[in-house]
């Protein structure tokens, strides 16, 4: 059942752009975040809410942007080169920050990240300050397409990559690392008594999530062809907490559903007025309000009960 | 027809809410139905935003997508900017619209970032009734946007975006800008100043902490250091964008004693500014340039002398515009409808949508009178020269506009409650840009004194 909807699902994004070009870019974006989010929500299973996340999202769309300055124009590389560079920074703020709980580890995130948001915004020499860093059509295995053919190409790798990336993640929630972050939210002491180093399952669990995130990071710039601070700002940060508590922080689907529900929601609300913000508030209230799972709880639930 | 399957979607996932927390929860098709009826909807609004409208018969209105701030704090610059545009939409609809086509605007909150500019610049440009882009107001988003106009090939003209890197490669077709560009802009306040004070000697600067500032400090002060090497810049202060208090840069100032103080702070910033900094003393103790300072002479008492100007020539009292009869009754009509005179930032929207039917009246004439195309109306902006509310804007080989400059200082006169501009000077547009493709920073070095006793005087323009 849970895979007949996930692949009509998965089928029926594949279409839509066909339907409605301009839904392309929002759904390429909506994975690119949804990915992030999916980052967050690894992190939210140990019970560790990370309010700068976006710093990991910038920083490989940033690496994107260096590496295509330094002369590298080939997608794959400068994807797997700038993950890793997410997954980098990630390591190092990671190796300090995993020691900390609660409310310490979300402000403690917030503050480096936004020490990062205020490194690209002030270094104009070095990174264009906020007028940002362009991002040009990369070549795919060598073959150099034209700037609507790649979006497309980058629209179905995404979504491809949604689904790998997605099982995978899966898998790693379910294996013994996986459920160690479980239980690290249930009881940290009883773990260490079991032998298992908190340390390490944290600081590897904080490097899959920013390599998430990067992977998302390198997606929306590909996406929209340009670099910007905003990237970092703690509200981007916000935002994909926001996403991976609205989609549900139950399973993998939860974050990309999230994601798409927001954007959309989104791309709705500003065609209708210009207090869209109060459209999205008013929408994001009724499902906290209604639907504490998340969206993805509605489908969740149902599982459960058919069994 | 996209409302209508925006509110099928709602009405359907609704009633599926209710058959899931209803009586049903044994039926999994609920589920199904949930999911399918979502998609569906969906599929139904993306069908209906796509269906593309014949593009060379008249259409039944014309559509425009206007991007500007209208929330948050850089609205204070882009609400100015949307008043005039539906202002300006109105009296060009009571007069049978754009050669017979009533105009009707779509207008995008750049609030929202370059991910919704993008977004929503997508979904407008995929309605082949929205024909041109006036976009937009923030460089960022202007520079984010000019590769997606070439891309979709859609007519896209910067109402407000100074950047001088956006056409800077001379390759651009679709993107217009008859607006002005930074490097003219604020040369103008380097030679006024050297005209009104030749023996200035130390210099600070205090601009918004974000590209605009950062630009602005760097063209001005090579335009000084080429135009009178002695020179000095004494302090270059870039507090962050909307803060509240400028006291500790005031202090600086007030510490470090400079000859001028540049700045080109705008918006509530500007008026925090300027109202603290006032009773510390700066207008008298140094010569204070305010580069948008026009924006705030209706809002706070300037004092005499500071040097202001309209990045521009949309300063509606102009000699120019008063001999224009469009522009007065224009301003009469901004002041009747919102209170205020219009500022700068609405004149460059005014000027911006009259350059758009402009391109309209030269296309058809150019293609026999048909209805034109996205590509004719661009060929139709190229090397355009359009007569606006104040003056001219002229369409280089490179897409980027001359406009004249008018710098001059704030004097009271009896006719206006407020302080106005006064010994004005307006430089011709195209003594202030560098040639097409030419390196601006390399041509502002090579500028000499001579240069400036070439233009006209402070004063000369009555």
Same mark, same amino acid.
């Given at each position: 059942?849970?895979?007949?909807?996930?692949?009509?699902?998965?089928?029926?994004?594949?279409?839509?752009?066909?339907?409605?070009?301009?839904?392309?870019?929002?759904?390429?974006?909506?994975?690119?975040?949804?990915?992030?989010?999916?980052?967050?929500?690894?992190?939210?299973?140990?019970?560790?809410?990370?309010?700068?996340?976006?710093?990991?999202?910038?920083?490989?769309?940033?690496?994107?942007?260096?590496?295509?300055?330094?002369?590298?124009?080939?997608?794959?590389?400068?994807?797997?080169?700038?993950?890793?560079?997410?997954?980098?920074?990630?390591?190092?703020?990671?190796?300090?920050?995993?020691?900390?709980?609660?409310?310490?580890?979300?402000?403690?995130?917030?503050?480096?990240?936004?020490?990062?948001?205020?490194?690209?915004?002030?270094?104009?020499?070095?990174?264009?300050?906020?007028?940002?860093?362009?991002?040009?059509?990369?070549?795919?295995?060598?073959?150099?397409?034209?700037?609507?053919?790649?979006?497309?190409?980058?629209?179905?790798?995404?979504?491809?990559?949604?689904?790998?990336?997605?099982?995978?993640?899966?898998?790693?929630?379910?294996?013994?690392?996986?459920?160690?972050?479980?239980?690290?939210?249930?009881?940290?002491?009883?773990?260490?008594?079991?032998?298992?180093?908190?340390?390490?399952?944290?600081?590897?669990?904080?490097?899959?999530?920013?390599?998430?995130?990067?992977?998302?990071?390198?997606?929306?710039?590909?996406?929209?062809?340009?670099?910007?601070?905003?990237?970092?700002?703690?509200?981007?940060?916000?935002?994909?907490?926001?996403?991976?508590?609205?989609?549900?922080?139950?399973?993998?689907?939860?974050?990309?559903?999230?994601?798409?529900?927001?954007?959309?929601?989104?791309?709705?609300?500003?065609?209708?007025?210009?207090?869209?913000?109060?459209?999205?508030?008013?929408?994001?209230?009724?499902?906290?309000?209604?639907?504490?799972?998340?969206?993805?709880?509605?489908?969740?639930?149902?599982?459960?009960?058919?069994? | 027809?996209?409302?209508?399957?925006?509110?099928?979607?709602?009405?359907?996932?609704?009633?599926?809410?209710?058959?899931?927390?209803?009586?049903?929860?044994?039926?999994?098709?609920?589920?199904?139905?949930?999911?399918?009826?979502?998609?569906?909807?969906?599929?139904?609004?993306?069908?209906?935003?796509?269906?593309?409208?014949?593009?060379?018969?008249?259409?039944?209105?014309?559509?425009?997508?206007?991007?500007?701030?209208?929330?948050? =704090?850089?609205?204070?610059?882009?609400?100015?900017?949307?008043?005039?545009?539906?202002?300006?939409?109105?009296?060009?609809?009571?007069?049978?619209?754009?050669?017979?086509?009533?105009?009707?605007?779509?207008?995008?909150?750049?609030?929202?970032?370059?991910?919704?500019?993008?977004?929503?610049?997508?979904?407008?440009?995929?309605?082949?009734?929205?024909?041109?882009?006036?976009?937009?107001?923030?460089?960022?988003?202007?520079?984010?946007?000019?590769?997606?106009?070439?891309?979709?090939?859609?007519?896209?003209?910067?109402?407000?975006?100074?950047?001088?890197?956006?056409?800077?490669?001379?390759?651009?077709?679709?993107?217009?800008?008859?607006?002005?560009?930074?490097? =003219?802009?604020?040369?103008?306040?380097?030679?006024?100043?050297?005209?009104?004070?030749?023996?200035?000697?130390?210099?600070?600067?205090?601009?918004?902490?974000?590209?605009?500032?950062?630009?602005?400090?760097?063209?001005?002060?090579?335009?000084?250091?080429?135009?009178?090497?002695?020179?000095?810049?004494?302090?270059?202060?870039?507090?962050?964008?909307?803060?509240?208090?400028?006291?500790?840069?005031?202090?600086?100032?007030?510490?470090?004693?400079?000859?001028?103080?540049?700045?080109?702070?705008?918006?509530?910033?500007?008026?925090?500014?300027?109202?603290?900094?006032?009773?510390?003393?700066?207008?008298?103790?140094?010569?204070?340039?305010?580069?948008?300072?026009?924006?705030?002479?209706?809002?706070?008492?300037?004092?005499?002398?500071?040097?202001?100007?309209?990045?521009?020539?949309?300063?509606?009292?102009?000699?120019?515009?008063?001999?224009? =009869?469009?522009?007065?009754?224009?301003?009469?009509?901004?002041?009747?409808?919102?209170?205020?005179?219009?500022?700068?930032?609405?004149?460059?929207?005014?000027?911006?949508?009259?350059?758009?039917?402009?391109?309209?009246?030269?296309?058809?004439?150019?293609?026999?009178?048909?209805?034109?195309?996205?590509?004719?109306?661009?060929?139709?902006?190229?090397?355009?020269?359009?007569?606006?509310?104040?003056?001219?804007?002229?369409?280089?080989?490179?897409?980027?506009?001359?406009?004249?400059?008018?710098?001059?200082?704030?004097?009271?006169?009896?006719?206006?409650?407020?302080?106005?501009?006064?010994?004005?000077?307006?430089?011709?547009?195209?003594?202030?840009?560098?040639?097409?493709?030419?390196?601006?920073?390399?041509?502002?070095?090579?500028?000499?004194?001579?240069?400036?006793?070439?233009?006209?005087?402070?004063?000369?323009?009555?």
């Amino acid at each position: 059942m849970r895979t007949i909807f996930a692949t009509l699902a998965v089928l029926i994004l594949a279409v839509l752009p066909v339907a409605a070009p301009w839904l392309q870019f929002v759904l390429t974006l909506a994975i690119a975040k949804g990915f992030a989010a999916l980052g967050v929500a690894v992190l939210l299973r140990a019970g560790l809410i990370s309010i700068g996340h976006a710093m990991f999202f910038a920083a490989s769309a940033y690496g994107v942007a260096f590496l295509a300055r330094a002369g590298i124009h080939d997608f794959g590389l400068l994807l797997i080169l700038s993950v890793l560079a997410g997954a980098l920074v990630g390591a190092v703020a990671g190796s300090f920050l995993v020691r900390y709980r609660a409310i310490f580890f979300a402000m403690l995130n917030l503050a480096v990240s936004m020490v990062f948001y205020a490194l690209c915004a002030k270094l104009y020499s070095v990174t264009g300050g906020t007028d940002g860093m362009p991002v040009p059509v990369p070549a795919v295995f060598g073959i150099v397409f034209a700037e609507p053919v790649f979006k497309n190409v980058l629209f179905y790798l995404s979504l491809g990559l949604m689904v790998l990336v997605g099982v995978s993640v899966q898998r790693y929630l379910n294996s013994p690392l996986g459920h160690a972050l479980s239980a690290v939210h249930t009881n940290e002491i009883r773990l260490e008594y079991l032998g298992i180093p908190v340390w390490a399952v944290l600081l590897i669990a904080y490097v899959i999530s920013a390599a998430l995130a990067g992977l998302g990071g390198a997606i929306a710039g590909f996406a929209i062809g340009r670099v910007v601070p905003d990237f970092a700002f703690w509200t981007a940060s916000g935002h994909l907490v926001l996403i991976a508590v609205l989609g549900g922080i139950g399973g993998v689907p939860g974050a990309f559903i999230g994601a798409l529900f927001l954007e959309l929601l989104h791309s709705a609300a500003v065609t209708v007025t210009d207090s869209w913000n109060l459209i999205v508030g008013i929408t994001l209230i009724v499902v906290i309000m209604f639907m504490p799972q998340g969206v993805y709880g509605l489908f969740a639930r149902r599982e459960v009960s058919s069994l | 027809m996209a409302f209508k399957g925006i509110s099928i979607v709602v009405a359907r996932c609704l009633s599926s809410l209710e058959l899931l927390f209803g009586l049903h929860r044994g039926l999994s098709q609920a589920n199904l139905r949930l999911v399918a009826d979502g998609l569906a909807g969906a599929l139904a609004i993306g069908v209906a935003a796509a269906t593309p409208a014949a593009a060379q018969e008249k259409p039944g209105s014309l559509g425009l997508g206007i991007f500007t701030f209208t929330s948050g =704090p850089a609205a204070a610059y882009g609400m100015p900017g949307k008043n005039a545009a539906d202002l300006i939409i109105e009296e060009i609809n009571a007069k049978g619209g754009i050669e017979g086509v009533p105009v009707r605007a779509t207008y995008v909150d750049e609030a929202q970032g370059a991910q919704g500019v993008i977004a929503e610049y997508r979904r407008l440009a995929a309605d082949a009734q929205n024909q041109v882009m006036v976009a937009a107001l923030s460089s960022a988003n202007c520079l984010a946007l000019a590769p997606l106009a070439e891309q979709l090939e859609v007519p896209t003209v910067g109402w407000n975006c100074d950047t001088h890197q956006l056409l800077i490669d001379g390759k651009r077709k679709y993107v217009f800008r008859p607006n002005g560009n930074t490097v =003219p802009e604020f040369i103008a306040y380097a030679i006024y100043l050297l005209d009104r004070k030749p023996d200035v000697k130390t210099v600070a600067i205090i601009n918004p902490d974000y590209a605009f500032g950062h630009d602005a400090a760097k063209i001005f002060t090579a335009a000084l250091k080429a135009l009178k090497p002695d020179v000095e810049i004494v302090a270059e202060l870039y507090p962050k964008l909307g803060s509240p208090n400028y006291q500790t840069e005031i202090s600086r100032l007030a510490t470090a004693r400079p000859d001028v103080v540049f700045s080109n702070l705008w918006g509530a910033d500007l008026e925090n500014f300027v109202r603290q900094a006032a009773p510390r003393g700066i207008f008298t103790s140094s010569q204070v340039i305010l580069a948008l300072g026009e924006t705030v002479l209706q809002r706070v008492p300037l004092p005499d002398g500071v040097i202001v100007g309209v990045l521009g020539d949309g300063w509606w009292m102009s000699p120019d515009a008063k001999a224009n =009869p469009e522009t007065a009754k224009f301003a009469e009509r901004y002041k009747a409808r919102f209170g205020e005179y219009p500022v700068f930032p609405s004149i460059k929207m005014a000027n911006t949508l009259i350059y758009v039917k402009a391109a309209y009246k030269a296309a058809m004439q150019k293609n026999g009178g048909k209805w034109p195309t996205r590509a004719e109306l661009a060929d139709a902006m190229k090397g355009s020269k359009v007569a606006t509310l104040t003056g001219t804007a002229q369409t280089r080989a490179d897409n980027d506009g001359l406009v004249d400059q008018i710098v001059g200082v704030t004097v009271k006169t009896s006719g206006q409650q407020f302080p106005v501009i006064g010994d004005m000077v307006r430089y011709k547009g195209e003594s202030l840009m560098p040639q097409a493709g030419q390196d601006p920073f390399a041509w502002i070095s090579t500028l000499k004194p001579e240069f400036a006793k070439s233009l006209p005087k402070p004063g000369s323009y009555k």
